[in-house]
């Protein structure tokens, strides 16, 4: 029987990309998952492609009262991940500093609301997802540098603070979501060989591998206060 058979799971930001990935691999592990996002659309379409089981949530992670309200509704889960984040990029001196605080606001608080709020089973895990840029800064990009690290640091704390639920952090590369829609087919196509060359792994990141690093924390007793890298190498070339 498999370790996840009949646990209870949350995916937040579920409804797209790494979290839809994560959410599809612990669901075939047996999992009762629930994916949870603002827009019921997206929700919807997720919940139709993952198809089985998996329930969907309504949630908002800048929300303090609504994430209450639905912790001490829900109870108890085995474990959660935290895919969840709206962030912009640019310059420190470019970048509003209206966006700077939302960017913040949506991927390191919402994460700290989700740890401070939710109800995790003893023995348990909660996994949050942060960013290569923390151990490569970009000059483009200081930002989200700067929030992947201070994911990382919460993680490990809450690690501490939180014991025996354990707590870690997967922290991507470039990886291909639907955050690159924007591109045209062509420009996204090139984008992706242009970043491909230039990483040892020689390929472009995909959801479901960032999604396998998820499921190891997730299954794994002794995982607790660690940081997985899945990048391509991209923090050392």
């Known amino acids: 029987m498999s370790k996840l058979e009949g646990k209870k799971v949350l995916v937040v930001g579920g409804s797209s990309g790494i979290g839809e990935a994560a ?16 827009d019921p659309a997206k929700l919807a379409a997720a919940a139709a492609r993952l198809g089985g089981t998996v329930r969907t949530a309504i949630l908002d992670t800048s ?15 085995d474990h959660i991940v935290v895919s969840a984040a709206q962030t912009s990029s640019g310059p420190v001196r470019q970048l509003p500093l209206v966006d700077a605080y939302a960017s913040m606001n949506s991927k390191f608080w919402g994460a700290y609301r989700v740890a401070r709020a939710a109800r995790i089973a003893e023995g348990g895990s909660l996994t949050l997802v942060s960013g290569f840029l923390s151990t490569r800064p970009s000059k483009t990009s200081v930002l989200q540098g700067a929030i992947n690290a201070a994911l990382e640091s919460l993680a490990r704390g809450l690690a501490l603070e939180l014991s025996p639920v354990r707590v870690n952090t997967v922290s991507p590369g470039m990886i291909a979501t639907p955050l690159w829609s924007g591109l045209s ?7 992706f060989e242009a970043i491909a ?3 040892p792994a020689q390929r472009m990141g995909q959801p479901e591998d960032v999604a396998n690093a998820i499921v190891y924390l997730v299954t794994t ?5 660690s940081t997985v890298l899945v990048d391509g190498g991209g923090a050392i070339a």
């Open 197 to 199: 060359a230039r990483l």
């Open 23 to 38: 959410a599809q691999a612990l669901a075939a592990l047996g999992a009762q998952v629930t994916i949870a996002s603002r």
């Open 63 to 77: 929300n303090d009262a609504g994430l209450e309200a639905f912790f001490a509704a829900q109870g108890e889960y």
């Open 221 to 225: 007793p002794y995982a607790t206060g």
């Open 185 to 191: 087919e062509e420009a996204r196509t090139s984008r």
